[in-house]
């Protein structure tokens, strides 16, 4: 028995280990200090609170051009509270209190609304769709006045600034508003679960591990509860009936070779979850 209880505390160790590595993306705390560093831009032309994201072709930042891109790095802001100059560049904010551009594609940006990368390169707007990575949550109502108006895709959306809390990664789930008791709470909880399941890709990553995990502990309890007891009683056999040595034997080894087998389809089963 305490064998079982080491290798279900090793299994568990190693499972811990691999989320340490994996740790969830959390939407960063909202912070009032924008501090930036300089980055160098490859687009030439640019404006002060546009947003920035990381090119999957170069590896170096762009403007942003994908709407929910999970590739944002930043907001441009040209007059931050503290700069740490890495060389030449354009000073980026990733958390903060920044103004970042936003334009009316989906619909005026109202307090509290959560703000997202557009096809506009470096614009931002108001995400309809909370399943997807954001750039972080508008402390302010979009002025609809002191906006510009521009075409876009043969319509005229409004473009201005709002000033926005900054703190990248998914949105945190919609409190919907449900009936109050055991059912609202659980539906709340249902709602929050498969939120995340959904717009964290760490997170399907962390559900595959702690299915593996529970993989390989029930390979072990079935090794240990039936083949293991095999083994033991068949040990205990040799001792009390001599001239059976040789059938008892042959058990104890089919059951070691059972064991073999159970634990690298255990094994095996446990890597194709993980590698999906």
Do not use: C
């Amino acid at each position: 028995m305490s064998s079982l209880i080491l290798y279900i505390l090793t299994v568990f160790l190693v499972t811990l280990a691999i989320f340490s590595k994996n740790p969830l993306p959390v939407f960063a705390a909202e912070s009032n200090l924008n501090i930036a560093s300089t980055h160098q831009l490859i687009d030439t032309v640019y404006s002060d609170g546009d947003i920035v994201s990381i090119s999957t072709e170069s590896g170096k930042l762009i403007l942003s051009r994908v709407a929910f891109d999970e590739k944002m790095y930043g907001v441009i802001d040209m007059s931050p509270i503290i700069v740490y100059r890495t060389g030449e560049g354009v000073p980026i904010v990733r958390a903060g209190e920044v103004l970042v551009n936003v334009t009316t594609l989906n619909g005026v940006v109202e307090v509290g609304d959560y703000i997202t990368s557009s096809q506009l390169p470096g614009k931002g707007q108001k995400a309809t769709e909370l399943a997807a990575y954001m750039l972080g949550r508008s402390l302010e109502t979009f002025n609809e006045k002191e906006a510009s108006s521009i075409d876009y895709a043969g319509k005229k959306i409004l473009l201005g600034a709002v000033k926005v809390a900054v703190g990248i990664g998914p949105a945190s789930p919609v409190l919907l508003k449900v009936s109050g008791g055991l059912f609202g709470t659980l539906r709340q909880l249902a709602t929050s679960f498969s939120y995340n399941v959904q717009a964290s890709k760490q997170t399907e990553r962390i559900i595959r591990y702690i299915i593996a995990a529970l993989v390989a502990l029930v390979t072990i309890y079935i090794n240990f509860r039936s083949f293991g007891s095999n083994i033991t009683k068949g040990i205990e056999s040799i001792g009390r009936n001599p001239l059976a040595k040789v059938p008892i034997q042959t058990m104890i080894i089919v059951n070691i070779v059972l064991i073999a087998i159970v634990s690298l389809g255990g094994i095996l089963l446990s890597l194709a979850i993980i590698s999906l």
